[in-house]
């Protein structure tokens, strides 16, 4: 005797095989690379990050050149605070810590997929840190220092070659009779300049923007005359950073950096300067951070951490310059959610680059 099957219970059967086959086409597990023997190649590898404290340093680096009339200056413009000799200071403008993920090579892990699953959506950045899954944006890059090393400026490089050669200047066969040809010159140039704007002169600018553009040019000359004898200072914004990576047994306290007024930043080791310290004080630093991903057995979610809390204060000497409190995720503890929510239909993750935090988690039907 033959069976036959009724169209109906044909489509009912194959409904059911169908839904049993998507419900188990889809298998989820995170495991720390650590544990595992050999690679597959339906597997995404991801890291999580340690969080580096960038520190960036901006300091003014001040020239003060003297003036090759500086002698003559009271006597001849009745001007006594000149520059005397040339010299070269610093002083810090600002200090700023900027916090960074980098990835962190003992925090490897590994998402094994059993059929398509929603794993397969893994934003990672620039250096393998898991941003999150199935993310609507793109996962910001770790950024790069934000500065550039340029010619520091020297003593050498501050002149007087931009004045003007007049000459009658040239023509004298003295220091002094060219410093008097000079102050003769400035002179001029505030009588000239008197003449135009009491409307005195024999052939005044057409419009108001010739006036300003003439103004400017004799103002402009007028200093570079007067910098002869009062000197020139120059003010060159140079800025530096330091990378420091906390970590729970570094000090609570380190010195950074050394500064010196006459050399800028030297070295920690270089007792010309005065030491400017870093202080990581941690808050609550949880005994085992990774004790769950070492003992766990069972099919894992996604790893992520739960930073912990510092505060991070920079101190000159006495002065308190900076105080923030801020994630750390090395000071924190590595968290696993469960392997089910990766496994659920439509599901988004986001975590922190920097912490390693979760931030977010969304399903959606």
Not at 11 to 23: E, G, N, V
Not at 38 to 62: F, S
Not at 163 to 174: A, D, G, I, M, N
């Amino acid at each position: 005797m033959k069976h036959i099957l009724l169209p109906a219970a044909v489509a009912s059967l194959m409904t059911i095989s169908c839904s049993t086959a998507r419900q188990a086409a889809v298998k989820v597990s995170v495991t720390p690379t650590s544990s595992m023997s050999n690679a597959t190649d339906n597997v995404v590898v991801y890291h999580l990050p340690q969080t580096v404290l960038r520190v960036e340093v901006e300091m003014d680096k001040v020239i003060r050149k003297a003036g090759p009339y500086f002698r003559y200056t009271e006597r001849l413009l009745n001007i006594s605070n000149v520059i005397l000799e040339d010299s070269e200071s610093w002083r810090i403008r600002s200090i700023k810590v900027v916090p960074v993920g980098r990835a962190d090579d003992n925090q490897a892990y590994a998402i094994a997929m059993d059929g398509p699953g929603v794993a397969q959506n893994v934003t990672l950045n620039n250096q393998g840190v898991l941003c999150g899954i199935n993310l609507s944006t793109p996962c910001m890059d770790v950024p790069a220092a934000s500065y550039v090393y340029t010619h520091e400026m020297q003593k050498t490089d501050v002149t007087f070659d931009a004045v003007p050669r007049l000459e009658k200047l040239l023509k004298q066969t003295s220091t002094a009779a060219m410093a008097e040809e000079a102050a003769n010159y400035i002179y001029k140039i505030r009588k000239r300049r008197s003449k135009i704007f009491s409307a005195n002169f024999p052939i005044l600018p057409p419009d108001g923007l010739s006036l300003e553009l003439t103004k400017a040019e004799l103002d402009t000359l007028e200093t570079q005359f007067m910098e002869l004898f009062t000197g020139k200072e120059t003010v060159q914004t140079i800025k530096r950073v330091i990378e420091y990576i906390p970590t729970r047994t570094n000090p609570d306290n380190m010195v950074l950096f050394r500064f010196s007024a006459n050399a800028g930043m030297v070295d920690p080791m270089d007792l010309s300067g005065a030491p400017v310290y870093l202080e990581v004080k941690h808050k609550n630093i949880p005994e085992l951070p990774h004790a769950e991903a070492k003992k766990e057995t069972k099919s894992n979610g996604l790893y992520h951490i739960k930073p912990g809390k510092a505060t991070v204060r920079i101190v000159d000497r006495s002065t308190l310059m900076l105080e923030e409190e801020m994630d750390i995720a090395q000071f924190g503890q590595v968290m696993s959610m469960p392997a089910a929510v990766l496994e659920q239909p439509n599901v988004s993750i986001e975590l922190s680059p920097v912490t390693g935090a979760l931030k977010r988690v969304n399903t959606s039907k």
